[in-house]
């Protein structure tokens, strides 16, 4: 390959949150001649509905570069705007599904960074789903896009181990910053092969049904269940969660209403059985909650239309015998 082409390889960036713009500003820090980047368009927030940029376009109006936000990203005038970069590489980094219009445009093609060790965990949720499988172990990995949602060749892939106190926001950090690490060698890998070494995912795995999934995470998967599920499980649940979008504790009131309480923090205390499924008491250090087996002492706690709080000192100012029990 001809090098003087490889070292001003035209790069578009296609991202949104904070983790990718983490990973556009490792990109433009070493160097990389990046052509645009491309984001969500503006989205109303606050009491105002203001209309505010993503973290994406933040950074990139920040460094000058040119900033695309289509509302429809097979529109043509945005096809023909991205075409008329003439990019070498398109770079998907938490984004919207792409279609082959966009990522077949680059003759060097289009890679994702995904937040797992593919094909485990294909999805738009694979850190919180590690957290909630037990996983200790979990990565990054870049691959071309194809027609399906992650499932294209694999380019690298990187380990990341998870501690036994593993949140779902410690995880994002270290995968952001593995994951930045990975981009670049996986540029430097296109940019140094005419013919990129990639692996075709059916060669990773045996039973492609066995392998887990990463949905998108709704309510219903945020619900701690105290009565019908054990320490190990719940703790899981709150940590996956936290700090965003957080576990929901459901407490059963003695007048027959429901609180949903938020929880950020907890303790897994897996052999404590003095309490019965779903039974909770006030304690020096937290709200202890009984499990089907083991407790979970509750530490950092919200309640509704409230900021977040110690569990400790909840009993300040809230009757806790009010609380027939916590599902």
């Known amino acids: 390959m001809n090098t003087t082409i490889a070292k001003d390889l035209k790069i578009v960036f296609l991202g949104t949150p904070d983790f990718a713009t983490h990973i556009l500003r490792r990109i433009v820090d070493e160097g990389y001649n990046v052509v645009a980047a491309v984001t969500m368009p503006d989205k109303p ?3 105002g509905h203001k209309l505010h940029p993503s973290s994406v376009k933040a950074y990139a109006v920040e460094q000058g570069l040119p900033v695309l936000q289509p509302e429809r990203l097979k529109d043509e005038a945005f096809l023909s705007e991205l075409r008329a970069l ?10 919207r599904m792409l279609p082959k219009e966009v990522w077949g445009m680059p003759h060097r093609g289009t890679f994702n960074l995904h937040a797992s060790l593919l094909p485990k ?6 850190i919180q789903h590690a957290i909630l499988n037990g996983e200790t172990v979990t990565g990054v990995t870049t691959f071309f896009l194809d027609e399906q949602i992650d499932t294209g060749q694999v380019l690298m892939r ?13 995880l994002h950090d270290k995968l ?3 994951g930045a690490d990975l981009v670049v060698e996986t540029i430097e890998l296109i940019r140094n092969n005419e013919v990129v070494p ?28 105290f009565s019908s599920c054990t320490a190990v499980e719940v703790d899981r649940r709150i940590r996956a969660m936290s700090p965003y979008p957080s576990a929901i504790a459901t407490w059963h009131m003695v007048d027959g209403t429901d ?6 923090d907890a303790e897994l205390l897996p052999h404590d059985t003095s309490l019965s499924a779903g039974q909770m008491k006030a304690t020096k250090e937290g709200l ?9 002492l509750l530490k950092t706690i919200q309640m509704p239309s409230k900021r977040p709080i110690r569990a400790r000192d909840l009993a300040n100012g809230f009757d806790l015998s009010s609380v027939a029990k916590v599902f």
């Not at 990187?158 to 410690?170: A, D, F, H, M, N």
């Not at 202890?288 to 979970?296: C, P």
């Open 45 to 47: 927030a606050g009491r």
């Open 259 to 264: 609180i949903e309480v938020k929880v950020f």
């Open 158 to 170: 990187r380990e990341v181990g998870l501690t036994s106190q593993e949140t779902g926001g410690s």
């Open 121 to 126: 965990y294909r999805g738009a949720a694979p």
């Open 176 to 178: 952001m910053t593995t």
């Open 288 to 296: 202890l909650v009984g499990t089907t087996k083991g407790a979970i």
């Open 86 to 95: 003439g990019a070498d590489l398109f770079i998907v980094v938490a984004f």
């Open 198 to 225: 990639s692996t075709p995912q059916p060669e990773m795995y045996e039973d492609e049904a066995s392998l887990p999934q990463a949905p998108k995470i709704f309510k219903e998967d945020r619900l701690l269940r």
